[in-house]
């Protein structure tokens, strides 16, 4: 039987540079630039509130791989030769979902409904970099965990990467039981609910 552990903070800010990097800017390139970096520092202290950290994760064995296909214990099977390549040494992979909540999308729609336009990116991008973080920080603290065991990540797969279909997300939401943390899928765009979400595979090798 599976066991899905949850993980949630209180907050998690990304770095300054980062949201910058994400909106094409070099901060030592100009004078608009440093305006921008101002921005930045102030729409990250506005948004503690509303960004809400929440993941599930789940450990499932490796039970057979090929050159395109992957199978794991619990019968679960996905057909990629990206995703073969990643998990292709892996004796396990955990399975990630992810949000820092719909309260930050609501910002920015509020935000376009104002034609606040710069406030708008901004603050997507600081969303961008916020659910990127919260994704690195849970597979550190699992990375820790499986120090003890002598295993090493791969890197992280999301779906949507090369062949690793968009479908697969609707899977791993009831692996994960998603729903519970507030995580949904639109069912024609694939495009997980609410925006700000990850959904993600590493392996263990």
Do not use: C
Not at 65 to 84: D, H, Q, R, Y
Not at 103 to 130: C, F, Q
Not at 168 to 179: D, G, R, V
Request: charge should be negative.
């Amino acid at each position: 039987m599976k066991s899905i552990r949850k993980f949630s903070l209180p907050y998690i800010l990304p770095e300054i540079d980062t949201v910058i990097r994400r909106l094409n800017y070099n901060p030592k390139k100009s004078i608009f630039d440093k305006d921008i970096e101002l921005f930045v520092k102030k729409e990250l202290s506005g948004l503690i509130s509303i960004i809400s950290p929440v993941a599930k994760v789940s450990d499932l064995k490796i039970d057979n791989i090929t050159s395109s296909n992957i199978t794991f214990e619990n019968g679960f099977e996905i057909e990629s030769v990206k995703l073969a390549m990643v998990l292709k040494n892996s004796k396990k992979a955990t399975f990630m979902a992810l949000t820092i909540g719909e309260k930050l999308t609501l910002a920015v729609e509020e935000a376009l409904k104002k034609e606040e336009y710069t406030k708008a990116v901004i603050i997507d991008a600081i969303g961008s970099e916020a659910v990127e973080k919260f994704a690195d920080y849970i597979q550190d603290v699992i990375a820790r965990e499986n120090r003890l065991f002598s295993l090493k990540p791969t890197m992280r797969f999301s779906p949507g990467y090369g062949d690793f279909s968009l479908s697969y997300q609707k899977e791993i939401l009831l692996l994960l039981e998603a729903e519970e943390i507030g995580i949904s899928l639109h069912p024609e765009s694939l495009v997980l609910i609410p925006e700000k979400s990850i959904t993600a595979v590493v392996g263990w090798e």
